[in-house]
């Protein structure tokens, strides 16, 4: 795998840059800035465009521009521009069905009401894409009132102690998506899915 392509999911602009929806973006622009490649934006794509190379694996990173709502229509102008499989692509996602500091790569399943990833399936017609998941946890429920304030949750800004937490994550995601041309999948999903944030 020469070309790999990662597109992480959140809401362009200031307002959203450090709420926990945005938990895709904030993980590429930290490896991005690893490798001293800057965000360009590039129209067509309906996104902001960044390329290096790790050894001789090219990598092509993306934020979309349309707000997680329509993130679909940038994944279908990414695949359709540069004629890829879905199999070179890896969605970086939140998920408040996930406790803090819990990881999930998934090569298939639903959207589990996530509406940046329920885009993506319906513009591609398919569940079968690679998504890594980035557990932020779910809002406190209020008097037991079930999904009490998901929205505040999930655009609310990531608290200290949390990007802590946070901060251990991005650093084994990256890890693990550095060696995508060096190791086989199936040891990273293994090594991802079973990071305990205990343990570093």
């Known amino acids: 795998m020469n070309e790999i392509y990662l597109i992480g999911l959140g809401n362009p602009g200031k307002k959203y840059s450090k709420s926990r929806h945005n938990i895709g973006f904030l993980l590429l622009e930290i490896l991005s800035k690893k490798y001293k490649s800057n965000f360009l934006l590039k129209d067509k794509l309906k996104c902001s465009f960044s ?10 990173l993306f934020l979309p521009n349309t707000f997680m709502n329509n993130s ?8 359709d ?7 070179q692509i890896y969605i970086i996602v939140d ?13 298939k399943g639903s959207s589990g009401g996530h509406n940046g990833l329920k885009s993506i399936i319906e513009k591609l017609q398919t569940h079968n894409f690679n998504r890594i998941r980035i557990g932020i946890g779910s809002p406190r429920s209020i008097q037991g009132i079930k999904n009490f304030n998901t929205i505040s949750h999930v655009l609310g800004n990531i608290s200290l102690e949390e990007k802590t937490i946070l901060d251990k994550v991005y650093k084994k995601v990256i890890e693990s998506l550095e060696q995508l041309n ?6 990273i999903i293994e090594e991802l899915n079973s990071f305990d944030k205990e343990q570093i």
């Open 72 to 79: 679909g229509d940038a994944v279908r102008a990414i695949i």
């Open 81 to 87: 521009w540069y004629k890829i499989n879905l199999d």
């Open 51 to 60: 390329e290096f190379k790790i050894n001789d694996a090219t990598y092509r």
């Open 95 to 107: 998920d408040k069905d996930l406790p803090l500091g819990k990881i999930r790569f998934r090569k």
């Open 182 to 187: 060096t190791k086989r999948e199936e040891f």
